[in-house]
């Protein structure tokens, strides 16, 4: 009877560790395809960019470096490659520095201002506060491509095209940011306010002193997405900004790439996708660790 | 040190009448516990106090001075909340010196008043943790030192024992009273636990239905209960309650279940028949013949005592606390109501009537 239920038993369990290697080794392989689908293409732009302009321009799709990555990279940061009959180049470190600005501001402006409209929705109660807040939210509802057109208009108006202001303000405000901070901030316990009221602290002293703190690690989860928002933008800015000093870099790549008259320098183009690629991976690494700690150390 | 006098204070929460008059004088020193159910309206009477809510009508003042429209900051009070709203970023030193820091105190003499306070509090060693690195417990002791360096005019506690497990609860209990002693600090404190309100008070306020049924001191309101909700909140096991009628003359009252208790201390003024409500403690009925029979059905046993629920002739339940073990206890008990130790309340409005 015994052996016969330990026989039983020992069959189960070396099914289950079968099982158990077969489910690993699909796991892996899809994860692998999935690796490959979204890192072929970057894979592609990197090893382009270490070669010379006729090896791509002939239509060859190089898997390998090549031996030109020094020079194409000196010549992205510095330059922007050759000037063409219609377009002076652009060096990425100025394309960069402008988006760097850019994302920045946005994503500052965007925290700050949220911080403060959700903390007024939450901790304040004020006639027409719900309509306020209602309002906030309605505007989720129209991206910055439906509003673009009034938007350009009023900011001509001001005249603040060609401007870095011109180019952060219409993009500052967000629903988003602002539904987010209200959410978290509807947990935390009124007995924080009322201590804070016995202990004298008003409003904005309690905002500093104990709502900021407590908000760290979603200030840090929404910086980096916000950069990336910010990085990332292109509709916006490629209509309001015509000076090429104050481009950005994604919208600066877009006008490497010719009409046609001359050849397109893709080993230069190549090379600064490379470099624009870089901030947002630095902030997302760099911000990982702070709002994992934070996480992982956040406790009521 | 300061005295609080409460003068009619009500509260309504849109067409709900919660507080409907409170009238309380607090004495220099003295350790005032307010206690009754949830949703009698002790809470919002404490939070009235603290300037968290403000009164609809009726003035608070501490030591002679109406603060009933100031800040909960200028009142010079301190409170200490159930769950102990610790600032969870802050260290133990920040949050116990947060207070006299707004109020612009000197770092020296904000270190001289914490460290006072920690080592009165034996918390000492905690100054540098984070609220979530210490053990209930020390949490409380926290918040309790957060109240004490603030050297206030009185002392809030609301409920601050309640998250406590029972045996802590009883240790930080007398801690809570032996420091509002020395410090001689004017305190209120408001819980739903009778334990704690008999042990921690000079006087006590019974409140029922937004009223204060009874203030007196915890022997006063246990030994004389104003009504049958005072009588059957304090005291464990409850006050049992027999229904029964005055008896011609007002000094004996026949009982439902049977037997004519006589009023040994006084008759009551009365119309003969007029319904009554007798109290008994389950304390003071004695086994004996010659009284009535209790048909035994659930048995509690609590070591050196025991606790016996049956019904009475009439069908009326009765609860009974007697020093004998469990062992041995029948079906049926036989037990005597002494007649001194029954409390007579009106059996229409509960009120206590004495001798007239």
């Known amino acids: 009877m015994s052996a016969t239920t330990d026989l039983e038993a020992d ?35 990197v090893v382009g960019s270490t070669h010379d302009a006729s090896t791509i321009g002939r239509g060859d799709v190089p898997l390998w470096f090549g031996p030109h990555a020094i020079s194409n990279y000196v010549s992205a940061w510095l330059t922007g490659g050759e000037a ?15 988006s760097l600005n850019m994302a920045v501001l946005i994503a500052v402006g965007k925290i700050a201002i949220s911080l403060l409209s959700a903390y007024a929705v939450v901790f304040f109660s004020f006639p027409g506060r719900m309509v306020a807040f209602w309002l906030i939210f309605i505007t989720l509802m129209l991206p910055v491509e439906v509003r673009i057109i009034p938007t350009f208009e009023v900011m001509v108006n001001l005249g603040l095209i060609n401007s870095m202001t011109g180019l952060v303000v219409p ?53 980096v997405i916000l950069f990336i928002y910010g990085w990332n933008q292109y509709l916006w800015p490629l209509l309001i900004v015509t000076d090429r000093d104050l481009e950005t870099v994604v ?50 | 040190m300061a005295t609080l006098s409460l003068d009619s204070v009500k509260k309504q929460f849109g067409t709900t009448q919660v507080l409907h008059g409170i009238d309380l004088q607090v004495a220099d020193g003295e350790m005032i516990v307010v206690v009754g159910a949830s949703g009698c309206g002790k809470s919002t009477l404490l939070r009235i106090v603290a300037g968290l809510e403000t009164a609809s009508s009726g003035t608070v003042r501490i030591d002679g001075r109406d603060v009933t429209a100031l800040e909960p900051a200028d009142r010079d009070i301190a409170m200490v909340f159930q769950n102990y709203a610790l600032y969870p970023h802050m260290s133990v030193f920040e949050n116990m010196a947060y207070g006299l820091k707004i109020r612009g105190m000197k770092p020296a003499e904000i270190r001289r008043r914490v460290d006072e306070a920690a080592q009165m509090l034996e918390i000492g060693a905690l100054l540098d943790r984070k609220p979530r690195q210490l053990s209930g417990g020390q949490r409380q002791r926290v918040a309790m030192g957060r109240a004490v360096v603030r050297e206030p005019k009185l002392f809030l506690f609301d409920e601050p024992l309640s998250n406590l497990d029972a045996k802590l609860r ?21 819980t739903h636990d009778q334990v704690e309100a008999m ?39 409850a006050m049992n ?55 035994v059905d659930l048995v509690e046993p609590l070591g050196s005592e025991t606790v016996i629920h049956g019904t009475i002739p009439g069908g009326e339940t009765l609860t009974v606390r007697l020093p004998v073990p469990a062992s041995g206890i029948g079906a049926v008990l036989p037990v005597i109501l002494p007649w001194d130790a029954f409390h007579i309340f009106d059996g229409a409005s509960g009120r206590r009537i004495d001798p007239a």
């Open chain 2, 241 to 295: 309650f027999l229904a029964a009628t005055l008896e011609p003359g007002g000094g004996a009252a026949a009982l439902k279940a049977g037997p004519t208790i006589g009023l040994t201390d006084g008759p009551r003024a009365g119309e003969a028949g007029m319904p009554l409500t007798l109290g008994i403690r389950p304390e003071h009925i004695q086994l004996g013949e010659g009284g009535l029979d209790l048909a």
């Open chain 1, 84 to 98: 063409t009959r219609t377009t002076r180049s652009v060096p990425a470190w100025v394309m960069l520095w402008n």
């Open chain 1, 171 to 223: 993009l500052i405000a967000s629903a988003t940011a602002t539904l987010l901070f209200r959410q978290f901030f509807l947990t935390i316990p009124d007995e924080y306010v009322e201590a804070a009221k016995i202990d004298g602290a008003g409003p904005l002293r309690f905002f500093k002193d104990v709502v900021l703190p407590l908000s760290v690690t979603n200030i840090a989860a929404l910086f």
């Open chain 2, 170 to 190: 009883v240790q930080m209990r007398a801690e809570i009273r032996r420091l509002q002693k020395r410090l001689g600090v004017t305190s209120l404190f408001v």
């Open chain 1, 251 to 300: 919208v600066g790549m877009t006008k490497m790439i010719g009409n046609g008259d001359a050849q397109n320098e893709w080993n230069i183009i190549m090379a600064t996708a490379v470099l624009a690629m870089l901030p947002p991976v630095a902030v997302v690494v760099f911000m990982q660790r702070w709002f994992v700690k934070g996480l992982t150390e956040t406790e009521k």
């Open chain 2, 199 to 237: 042990t921690l008070g000079d006087r006590l306020v019974v409140m029922h239905q937004g009223r204060a049924a009874q203030v007196a001191s915890p022997m006063e309101v246990w030994g004389r209960p104003a009504d049958t909700y005072v009588a059957s909140f304090i005291g464990s096991p």
């Open chain 1, 11 to 45: 069959r189960l369990a070396r099914a289950t560790v079968r099982r158990n290697a077969r489910n690993r080794w699909v796991a892996y392989i899809t994860l692998s395809l999935g690796v490959l689908i979204f890192a072929f293409p970057i894979w592609l732009t």
